[in-house]
């Protein structure tokens, strides 16, 4: 048998994905026929205001159609002129813009209606009510999303004209069943079960594609017995949308007007709030067939049925009579209607599942809660919030140890810690006066009358005669005081229960005696706290939490671990530049100096301008400085003088075989970084040389003799500027700096500074004989033996992990950052195996390697240098890896993971003698650095690799790559002199082998 249920959902679920299409074409002006205005009604200015900030908000974004014009109407003169009036305000409205309704396309949607049935949706309206599902570009929608996506296509099937919607009813259906071409007025209808239609308007056809009558509310019996319901038991139920023809609405304003223009006094005998006409009422019912113009007098009003509306009725049926009303039916389509809290709260638990085929889902945009049989919009639990059935929250923020009930509906509050009863709805308004005030009744209370309140069967009691106009909900300061309020109320109900249901000559305000209940406090109704709601916070309210949710998910994100592509949808679109520092910490917590770190580096991946985003990955990098400074950074030492008169030292530079990058910050502090490294001669002497001599002058003296860079200094200023990696004394200045030779902030002149020491200071660094660039640790060991050096002449005798971790903030300091195994490779001899555990201040566990003799002695003759005669500057890489790595980028973390298993497996086999298979993971390393960045070779280098490769056992790079030099293992049998001819063979002088040796003897205490 055909499953005709399935069928219906697939053709709607395919119909929902064609009309996103359609409004996707639309929004880009890709569609030459589309509504040329598209119309709000509204209750009143304030309500009005409130829609246009909600329509001005997706004209931003792009998400309203760019050749559609978007207006908001409200009632005019704050009266109330009913749906009637309001069509008629805006045909005039229109005309007046465009001088004539010829060509034009509108699309109407009413809503200003006060929601009386669903209360807490009489400020915001039902129109921006929201709707279970997430849309495909990641928006939280709303009902009035859903009626424009869902139009999108109708506006190129209908001719020139308007075509109105209720804004409490969602049409699912598919444009493609819609032909709009009738000189008349089209009633769009869908079937529904008979026990359905009897609680909406009902349309009876007359058989020939017209409504033959227009059944309002009419009890199921009835129903039958006019024939309204076929033989499957369903009616055609009224949906709410009328597309009326342009000739139609020139009738209708023909009702305000005088010779083709507006007529004050015609208007205002027609729009009022005395007249209040009913679009559904009054202009639908002279179109059906079997309408007469005695009982079109005698039909139920909007407001009150009086001789203005009488005369004006008589008008309508002289203008409408001679059109009628065709029956449109839609088949499949659905008619979902946000009419009554019951029916809200039925939509927001079952209805979600039966609507699972349009995607609709239990939680939207919300944080922190589960919900076995809950639903939630808009809401952020502080907690692990659980959600029982038939619950609902829209707009909430929920404490932690909060304990919600079953059968329930909160919305616009935040909850504090309570066990909440079950049965009621809670909502909050803020009101101008600053105050709060927390509207609580029953499921299934009616505030059109006042029968029943809070689960009580009421007596009758004295007016007013509605829980709508009924003074009951106290003004309070704040949230919690409200909520503490309402629960009151609440209680004081349940005791009073047998007395309530007994009639009463006064009113249920004096009955309850909540005047004595809260003295002092002005109570409100559900009208007037309407009346006073405060728009403006409603709607920042509202878009607070959507920023506090977001924030969220963004720290649950960064903590779990997830990538950018997971990171960036959580980011709102215009980053504030004070986003980390205006962060919410006493409601959703701090950051660890990790996550904030990531969280920094993530906003500058944001699609930002330049500038701010360069600010963001600035803040980021400070982060690490900070982190690192405080921890590795010991206090200035005291009253600092000289010990000695000068100091030398020299130091050897270190060749990177595995583990390169693992000693990197923040990898290295979070998850511990172990490398092999060895110390190198070059051309059989140490490398870096650095003297420290105390002057008898003054001042400063800096020298980068090398470079022929010599700079005397007499301003303390001066010197503590050295952020700059350019300047050729920055690595000077950060040295002495970071020992607190000089002060990092402030201080005394420098002459006096000095003179409390005993004299100048002249610090000259040498680099001898190494192309810059060179990938050997270079600049780092220049660092330590800068540290070293000058430490010794004040007397300071720092053992090798104090010098690593003072060089990790001198290049913090400059800016330039980097790891510790470049200065641990110079300062300590030997081929040593370097461990360290996570932690920002390393902790290095030091295992020198002991080689067999023979062991030693091939190493010594198979290891070579190869010079590039490239040099590459790698700052930006670090920063470049450092930040794939901040945002959790899957190839960089699983590289590192590989990257750091290599080390021990080099050490093992460089201990059993296995050059061979030492040579084979120097290669993986290779391979490793080129996976984790792909710009460390480049063509030049791989043709030398190419050209030597038969001579080659393993290759490395030293260093970051791109330049400098390789390293490489030759092949059992092959020399170094069969290597330097063959690179004659092919390259300039420059790209040769350089000598190298091995040293075992180092300048400083490995402790």
Not at 340 to 367: I, K, N
Not at 882 to 911: C, F, H, S, W
Request: hydrophobic share 40%; glycine share 8%.
């Amino acid at each position: 048998m055909i499953n005709t249920h399935k069928l219906a959902q697939l053709f709607l679920q395919q119909s929902s994905a064609d009309a996103w299409e359609e409004y996707r074409l639309t929004l880009a002006g890709l569609r030459p026929v589309v509504w040329d205005f598209i119309v709000l009604t509204a209750a009143n200015e304030e309500q009005a205001q409130f829609y246009r900030r909600h329509l001005s908000e997706r004209q931003e974004k792009g998400y309203l159609p760019r050749n559609s014009r978007c207006l908001v109407l409200a009632d005019p003169a704050g009266q109330r002129v009913g749906s009637g009036g309001a069509t008629l305000n805006v045909l005039e409205e229109v005309r007046s813009r465009c001088g004539s309704l010829a060509g034009l396309r509108l699309l109407v949607i009413h809503s200003g209606g006060d929601s009386k049935r669903i209360p807490q949706y009489s400020a915001c309206g039902k129109l921006f009510s929201p709707v279970l599902r997430q849309l495909p570009d990641g928006r939280n929608s709303t009902l009035f999303d859903e009626l424009l996506i869902a139009m999108s296509g109708v506006a190129a099937r209908c001719q020139p004209g308007m075509l109105v919607l209720s804004g409490d009813v969602l049409l699912l259906f598919n444009p493609l069943q819609l032909d709009l071409q009738l000189d008349d007025a089209v009633a769009v209808s869908c079937q529904k079960d008979a026990a359905t239609g009897q609680h909406h308007g009902v349309f009876l056809d007359d058989g020939h594609g017209g409504v033959k009558a227009f059944l309002h509310k009419i009890p199921l019996p009835q129903l039958h017995r006019l024939g309204a319901v076929d033989e499957w038991g369903n009616v055609d139920i009224d949906t709410g949308a009328i597309f009326l023809s342009r000739a139609v609405l020139e009738a209708l304003l023909s009702l305000i007007s005088r010779q083709g223009q507006t007529d004050p006094a015609r208007r205002a005998a027609v729009i009022n709030s005395e007249v209040r006409l009913s679009f559904y009422g009054d202009f639908l019912y002279p179109l059906a067939k079997d309408s007469s113009a005695a009982q079109f007098q005698q039909e139920k009003a909007e407001g009150s049925l009086n001789a203005a509306l009488q005369a004006c009725r008589q008008e309508l049926w002289a203008v409408l009579r001679p059109f009628r009303l065709r029956l449109l039916r839609l088949s499949p389509a659905e008619f979902v209607h946000f009419g009554t809290t019951p029916e809200l709260l039925s939509l927001a638990s079952g209805g979600v599942d039966d609507y699972e085929f349009l995607h609709w889902q239990r939680q939207v945009g919300c944080f922190g809660l589960t919900s076995p049989g809950g639903s939630a919009y808009n809401t952020l639990a502080l907690g692990k919030c659980q959600l029982p059935p038939d619950c609902y929250l829209e707009d909430c923020i929920v404490a932690e140890n909060c304990t919600l009930p079953a059968n329930s509906l909160f919305a616009n509050l935040n909850l504090p810690d309570r066990k909440y009863p079950g049965g009621i709805v809670m909502h909050g308004l803020q009101l101008r006066s600053g105050k709060c005030c927390v509207r609580i009744y029953g499921l299934n209370d009616d505030s059109k009358t006042l029968k029943s309140y809070l689960g009580c069967q009421l007596g009758q009691f004295a007016a007013p005669e509605s829980l709508w106009e009924t003074a009951l909900f106290p003004e309070c300061p704040d949230w919690e005081t409200g909520i503490q309020a309402a629960l009151q109320i609440y209680q004081t109900v349940q005791e009073k229960k047998k007395t309530l249901s007994q009639d009463c000559p006064y009113s249920l305000t004096a009955e309850l005696q909540l005047e004595q209940l809260f003295p002092g406090r002005r109570l409100h109704s559900l009208a007037s706290s309407l009346a006073e709601c405060d728009y403006q916070a409603l709607w920042e309210n509202q878009a607070k939490l959507r920023q506090y949710i977001l924030k969220a998910r963004l720290r649950e994100i960064i903590q779990q671990g997830q990538g950018l592509e997971k990171i960036l949808p959580c980011l709102p679109p215009d980053v504030p530049a004070d986003f980390l520092s205006a962060w919410p910490e006493e409601l959703l917590g701090g950051w660890t100096s990790g996550g904030r770190m990531r969280l920094l580096y993530c906003l500058s991946r944001a699609p930002l301008p330049p500038e701010r985003q360069k600010a963001f990955a600035a803040q980021a990098f400070d982060c690490i400085r900070r982190e690192i400074c405080q921890a590795c950074l010991p206090p200035p030492p005291p009253a600092l003088q000289f010990a000695t008169t000068e100091e030398t030292v020299e130091l050897p530079l270190r060749v990177n075989w595995g583990g390169g990058w693992t000693d990197t910050p923040p990898y290295c502090c979070e998850q511990g970084g172990v490398v092999l490294n060895a110390a190198i001669k070059l051309q059989g002497q140490y490398p870096i040389r650095v003297t420290a001599r105390r002057l008898p002058q003054l001042q400063i003296e800096l020298a980068s003799a090398d470079a022929g860079h010599y700079g005397t200094f007499t301003d303390l200023a001066a010197l503590q500027d050295c952020g700059n990696p350019f300047d050729p004394f920055a690595l000077h200045k950060a040295a002495l700096l970071s020992l607190g030779i000089i002060p990092r902030q402030g201080g005394p002149a420098l002459k006096e500074l000095l003179r409390q020491m005993g004299g100048g200071l002249s610090l000259s660094t040498q680099v001898m004989n190494v192309p810059r660039g060179s990938g050997l640790g270079t600049s780092s060991i220049l660092a330590a033996g800068s540290l070293l050096a000058v430490g010794r002449l004040f007397g300071l005798r720092h053992t090798s992990a104090e010098i690593s971790n003072l060089t990790l903030c001198l290049e913090q300091i400059m800016s330039t950052g980097g790891g510790w195994q470049d200065q641990l490779g110079g300062l300590l001899p030997g081929i040593k195996l370097i461990r360290t555990t996570p932690g920002w201040q390393p902790e290095y566990a030091v295992q020198t390697l002991r080689l067999s003799a023979n062991t030693r002695r091939n190493l010594q003759e198979r290891f070579v240098l190869i010079s590039t005669g490239q040099r590459r500057l790698a700052r930006n890489l670090l920063r470049e890896i450092v930040g794939k790595y901040l945002t959790n980028d899957r190839n960089t973390l699983e590289t590192l993971r590989d990257i750091r298993t290599l080390p021990e497996k080099m050490g093992a086999a460089l201990q059993r003698g296995n050059l061979d298979y030492f040579a084979h993971l120097l290669s993986q390393q290779w391979e490793l650095n080129q996976r984790l960045d792909p710009g460390c070779s480049n063509t030049c280098i791989e043709f030398i690799l190419n050209a030597c490769q038969d001579l080659l056992e393993g290759q490395f790079i030293a260093g970051a790559g791109g330049g400098g030099f390789l390293q490489v293992i030759l092949k059992k049998g092959v020399s170094r002199k069969n290597l330097a001819t063959r690179l004659r063979k092919y390259f300039p002088e420059n790209v040769a082998v350089w000598e190298s040796q091995f040293t075992d003897q180092g300048d400083i205490s490995p402790e």
